[in-house]
């Protein structure tokens, strides 16, 4: 694979697909928006982080895997989960501390996972679940199965001692692993050249003899090609690929952050690209009516609505289940 990559939606790819991608955006974006609403109500313990603008990368890179491949992302990570196909009333009731929450309530906002999709976990430590990816991808090499894993992480963490463990051990080892850095320019509040040397973190895989490849993180079909061609290298035995996607986020890093360190107008420049609006061109091209996905937006914040209400009935978790799902 080329150090750079740009391209539109492959014809290989059928148009319900494609509006699949749509539909899936359009309900991760509702979802973000709500969580947002649900913090501001007080609705939310802790402290939310919302993936807004970055739907491209999550959907693109997700819907390139099988159901039983594996995935694990950061605290960053609603997105990403609902992507490999947890439900969104689940998500929400986690998210709320609900007792049929995807962890019962216990994970939050963090650290949601449902294994049942493949999505062994958010980490809210930076780059710790680098690591752990090694670990389910040499087991998919010690059964002899072709499953693949595939690892989001932020710009941030290609500093951490992890990374660069992570991908050394993948690269001696040829372990079936997809690294992909959602690459928004910002660690936590810094831009990122004032803490990483290097303009593009593309060419750290070279270090570990393994292919790079630097695309557009707005463009959904972009992404998916390219993690479609890293997930046909692992899975055929051929090694890790490392793959940067330049996004962005819309909020600040966190609830607490209204995101005043950024240069003026350097939102606005992103959102005249935001990956819903680009997909539906791509889409409008391709001869589906806007009707269509005036449609399809309607029902996917019918859906997500409806998903809340159900998560905002559910029970709190009994005070006795506290101690339960605990090792010692």
């Known amino acids: 694979m080329s150090k750079t990559a740009s391209s539109t939606v492959p014809a290989t790819v059928p148009l319900e697909e494609q509006l699949e991608w749509q539909r899936a955006m359009l309900e991760i974006r509702f979802f973000e928006e709500e969580c947002h609403r649900m913090f501001a109500r007080g609705l939310v313990r802790g402290s939310t982080h919302l993936a807004a603008g970055q739907e491209a990368v999550n959907v ?21 989960v609902l992507a490999k196909g947890a439900p969104l009333d689940r998500c929400f009731g986690e998210i709320l501390g609900k007792a049929e929450g995807l962890c019962r309530g216990k994970g939050g ?3 949601l996972t449902d294994m049942s999709v493949g999505a062994i976990g958010s980490f809210a430590i930076i780059g710790a679940h680098l690591p752990i990816v090694l670990g389910t991808a040499y087991a998919e090499v010690y059964r ?17 001692g992890a990374f660069h463990e992570s991908l050394n051990l993948a690269a001696i080892w040829k372990l079936p692993v997809v690294f992909v850095c959602e690459n928004n320019l910002y660690g936590e509040f810094s831009p990122i050249a004032h803490t990483t040397p290097v303009d593009e973190l593309v060419v750290r895989a070279d270090a570990y003899g393994m292919p790079g490849v630097r695309i ?10 390219t993690v479609s061609e890293a997930v046909a290298r692992a899975r055929a035995g051929e090694g890790p690929t490392f793959i940067e996607a330049m996004t962005y986020r819309y909020k600040g890093h966190s609830r607490a952050d209204p995101g005043a360190y950024r240069p003026e107008g350097e939102l606005e420049r992103w959102l ?43 029970a709190d978790p009994a005070p006795e289940t506290r101690l339960e799902d605990v090792y010692a």
């Open 216 to 225: 557009d993180g707005m463009d959904i079909g972009v992404v998916h090609t």
């Open 272 to 314: 005249e690209r935001d990956p819903l609006i680009l997909h539906e061109r791509a889409l409008l091209a391709q001869g589906v009516e806007q009707t269509v996905l005036d449609e399809m937006r309607a029902t996917a914040e019918r859906t997500v609505a409806d998903a809340l209400e159900r998560a905002m009935s559910w």
């Open 60 to 80: 693109g890179a997700c819907r390139a895997l099988r159901p039983t491949d594996l995935m694990a992302c950061t605290y960053r990570g609603h997105a990403a």
């Open 144 to 160: 002899g199965s072709d499953g693949v894993s595939l690892c989001f992480f932020g710009d941030g963490s290609t500093n951490i």
């Open 109 to 111: 906002s963090m650290h």
